[in-house]
Structure formats: C-alpha cells, structure tokens
C-alpha cells in the first residue's frame, strides 16, 4: 500500500465517522475541493505538508492525532509510482 492510498482511507474513515462529505471537508478545512478530489482519487502523488496539515485542522485534529492510526504507524509504503523518477 501506498502512502496516498493509507492517506485516502484515513480521510474517508474520518469522513464516514463524523458523517461529513469530502465537499464539506474542503470548506471546513480550506483546501479546495479539487484537491480533496485528487487525493481520493490518487491523483496526487503526495500531498504536501501543509495541507494534510489543513486537513486534520478541518476534522479538528493536530497533524499527530491526524496521522495517528494503526495503518500509518504499523504500515510499511510502496514508492507512490507519482515520485519513483525523484
């Protein structure tokens, strides 16, 4: 699995959970919509810093919390095809 991919499932865990859309997501966290798109897509290689950073302060989280679940900490990641040339 790829970090996108754990990444895309924890956003659509949270999502579920706290019963919002992805749309709504993107007002409550102010990264726009077609970025929240692209990364439930697997558009983007690897979103930077900043927005996860965005995005766990619109699920009302620190990037810690954010990141803090048993697929990213026990996870071992593939190269995202994206960034295998970098």
């Given at each position: 699995m790829t970090y996108c991919e754990v990444l895309k499932m924890r956003i659509a865990e949270l999502c579920r959970k706290r019963n919002i859309t992805p749309?709504?997501?993107?007002?409550m966290?102010?990264?726009?919509q077609g970025t929240i798109s692209d990364i439930m897509t697997l558009r983007i290689g690897s979103p930077e810093f900043r927005t996860v950073?965005?995005?766990a302060r619109g699920f009302c989280m620190t990037v810690s919390q954010f990141l803090d679940f048993p697929e990213m900490n026990e996870g071992e990641f593939e190269?995202?095809?994206?960034?295998?040339?970098?």
């Open positions: 749309n709504a997501l993107a007002k966290s102010g990264v726009p950073n965005k995005i190269e995202d095809e994206k960034n295998e040339d970098e």
